[in-house]
Nanobody, 116 residues
Framework: VQLVESGGGEVQPGGSLRLSCVASGFIFKNYDMTWVRQGPGKGPEWISLINRGGGRTQYQDSVKGRFTISRDDAKNTLYLQMSNLKPEDTGLYYC???WGAGRDYRGQGTQVTVSS
């Protein structure tokens, strides 16, 4: 199992980024997927999840209305479109297979820094 994130970077408040997570080594379409964020000095926090098939999504209140999770099963890729970014969105973002206590694999992550 391998999960490789990309798309992070440094952006000003109010800016946008699109994160990608390319999956390999398993049948991607059969799994729920989660985006997790770990801010500076904080523990990991799930911020969004999408079920297999993509028909159901959930978001933490802190990102609701600003972030959109999606998946392309033909490309084995998970996405996170982030807009109206705030300094508190700064952190390492990684994707994980599964959700909640069932998360079993994660990627190395991509750094997002929101700063003026």
């Amino acid at each position: 199992v391998q999960l490789v994130e990309s798309g992070g970077g440094e952006v000003q408040p109010g800016g946008s980024l699109r994160l990608s997570c390319v999956a390999s080594g398993f049948i991607f379409k059969n799994y729920d997927m989660t985006w997790v964020r770990q801010g500076p000095g904080k523990g990991p926090e799930w911020i969004s999840l999408i079920n297999r098939g993509g028909g159901r999504t959930q978001y933490q209140d802190s990102v609701k209305g600003r972030f959109t999770i999606s998946r392309d099963d033909a490309k084995n890729t998970l996405y996170l479109q982030m807009s109206n970014l705030k300094p508190e969105d700064t952190g390492l973002y990684y994707c994980a297979r599964g959700w909640g206590a069932g998360r079993d694999y994660r990627g190395q992550g991509t750094q997002v820094t929101v700063s003026s």
